[in-house]
């Protein structure tokens, strides 16, 4: 988590509260970090952070969008930003399609 606040300090952007969230508790059994936080401007975020060996293809932008939407329902609320980042290569394909379903991705965690 240390590595992910270092990353947005670095852009400027402040956290006042973070909160990781297993994801056994949305009832997925996915190798995710799944993170909540609140900005200083009080925009929630959605953090995904995703380690893997395997591309990110176009069709796993279907299965973050149902994970998104089982957090939505258990945290009670939309949040402002959903971001991922990434440790694993991404198709060009998909990295257009996680733009135009609202997702800001960066592949250099």
Request: glycine share 6%; charged share 30%; aromatic share 12%.
């Amino acid at each position: 988590m240390i590595d992910i606040v270092e990353k947005f300090r670095k852009k400027g952007k402040l956290f006042k509260n973070i909160v990781e969230i297993s994801p056994k508790e949305l009832g997925i059994r996915n190798k995710i970090k799944i993170y909540k936080a609140l900005d200083t401007g009080g925009y929630f975020y959605a953090i995904f952070v995703v380690q893997q060996k395997t591309k990110i293809l176009t069709k796993d932008i279907e299965k973050f969008e149902t994970i998104y939407k089982k957090l939505v329902l258990y945290v009670g609320h939309n949040f402002k930003y959903k971001i991922l980042l990434l440790d694993a290569p991404i198709c060009s394909k998909a990295k257009k399609g996680f733009k135009e379903a609202c997702w800001r991705v960066d592949a250099s965690l």
